[in-house]
Every structure is written in structure tokens, then in C-alpha cells.
């Protein structure tokens, strides 16, 4: 339904044909961590995410998910390796 609160004329899965179903009854603002994200947009001269009614709780085991400013770097996983075997495998050529 088309979201009659904060994000007016906007698609919105929590409306309904009693209001906002959302926690609340609106969305809330973006937090400090998603400034500089492609997925905020100003509403009523707040900052609101579009992807997600509550920001603040994306955060708070970590990095958003859905944040788009943030680059995930792989941390390689550095194997142990056995000095008794590195030893003999040393031998061997």
C-alpha cells in the first residue's frame, strides 16, 4: 500500500488500511553509522533508509547488511602448519 506517514505517495509493506503496522506506527530516522549509504533519502527534512523502517537495529550486532558504503574485506585465514611435517616434506626434495 502507498504509505500515507513519512514516506508520502511511496510503496510502503507496512501500511495498512488501518495505518502504519509498523512498531510505532512510523519509520524512524537513520542513525549515525548510515550517513553516506545510497540508501537513504530525505523525507520531511529527515533522513530515512529505504530498504529498512528501523535503522538502528541493523546496526546493532555489527555492520548493516544492506549498507552500501561499507566494503566487506575478506580476512584470509591464515593454516597452521605442523613443523614435524613441514620438516619432513622439506626433506623429500
Do not use: Q
Not at 510505532?24 to 529505504?50: L, N, Q
Amino acid at each position: 500500500m502507498v504509505c500515507t506517514t513519512v514516506r508520502k505517495n511511496k510503496e510502503c509493506p507496512f501500511m495498512t488500511n488501518k495505518g502504519c503496522s509498523y512498531n510505532g506506527g512510523i519509520c524512524h530516522e537513520i542513525v549515525e553509522k548510515c550517513k553516506g549509504c545510497s540508501r537513504s533519502i530525505e523525507y520531511s527534512s529527515a533522513w530515512y533508509c529505504t530498504s529498512y523502517p528501523d535503522p538502528s537495529l541493523k546496526w546493532k550486532n555489527g555492520n548493516c547488511n544492506l549498507a552500501t558504503h561499507i566494503v566487506n574485506t575478506p580476512v584470509e585465514a591464515k593454516t597452521k602448519l605442523n613443523p614435524l611435517k613441514a620438516s619432513k616434506r622439506g626433506n623429500n626434495r
